[in-house]
């Protein structure tokens, strides 16, 4: 017999299902429903795989390993939580994970891009994980990128920035998953430091616990460092 219900609250307890043991616990104790996001489970899952590919500190940045870690990450998170998972499409987005079932759709649409200055340009990652959320009403977005420690704080500040400044026509407000990978340059090669992960809604950053690739010690001090101005990337002019 086919199921024609859809229940909206699939993310969270039913009302009456809080209402009817908030009765049987009288006062004992207040019931709350908990609500666990698609989305952010799946967030959590991606840096699990993340952290256990072989990524180590004195590895270099380069288009192959980085791209490949990512697309095995998000490949096996949504395995692992029965999400389809399609890379390239929806106005060649990297990739959008959805639901297997009509509702809730698409509850991800991701971006990942080696060179952070560039994500700002209009048709660029965090444009196009803008109009993907606005299309898709359960959906948020998910960005990996790559920082140096020392513009670290100002680069979260600009994307912030940006993703708050949007015109919001959707019920329920997006989020962005932000994972940036912090490194220190050496010579020619690019350090890994730390993963630094946070959801920024319309109006709050919650940050996360940072991922160390080094010793505590070494993170420690890569948290000490002077901050200095992100700069964007600048257009070509003619």
């Not at 600009?158 to 407000?173: D, K, L």
């Not at 690739?213 to 257009?235: A, G, H, I």
Request: hydrophobic share 35%.
């Amino acid at each position: 017999m086919p199921d024609d219900v859809t229940l909206k609250e699939y993310d969270r307890p039913l009302p009456v299902n809080v209402e009817k043991v908030q009765e049987a616990l009288k006062d004992k104790c207040k019931v709350v429903g908990v609500r666990h996001r698609l989305s952010e489970n799946f967030v959590l899952l991606f840096l699990h795989y993340f952290a256990e590919t072989p990524l180590n500190s004195n590895e270099s940045i380069n288009r192959s390993n980085w791209t490949h870690h990512v697309y095995f990450s998000i490949r096996s998170a949504a395995k692992t939580l029965y999400l389809g998972c399609t890379f390239e499409t929806m106005g060649r987005l990297d990739a959008v994970i959805d639901s297997l079932s009509v509702f809730p759709g698409v509850i991800l649409v991701a971006e990942w891009e080696s060179d952070p200055s560039s994500i700002f340009d209009k048709d660029k990652e965090l444009e196009k994980l803008w109009n993907g959320v606005q299309q898709n009403p359960e959906s948020d977005g998910f960005l990996l990128t790559y920082c140096s420690v020392d513009k670290l704080n100002d680069f979260i500040r600009t994307v912030t920035q940006y993703w708050q400044s949007q015109i919001n026509t959707r019920e329920n407000p997006p989020s962005l998953f932000l994972v940036v990978i912090a490194y220190e340059q050496e010579k020619r090669s690019q350090r890994f430091i730390f993963v630094r992960s946070m959801e920024i809604s319309l109006s709050t950053l919650f940050l996360w616990h940072d991922f160390s690739f080094v010793d505590t010690n070494e993170y420690l001090r890569s948290l000490d460092k002077q901050q200095t101005p992100f700069q964007l990337k600048r257009k070509n002019t003619v």
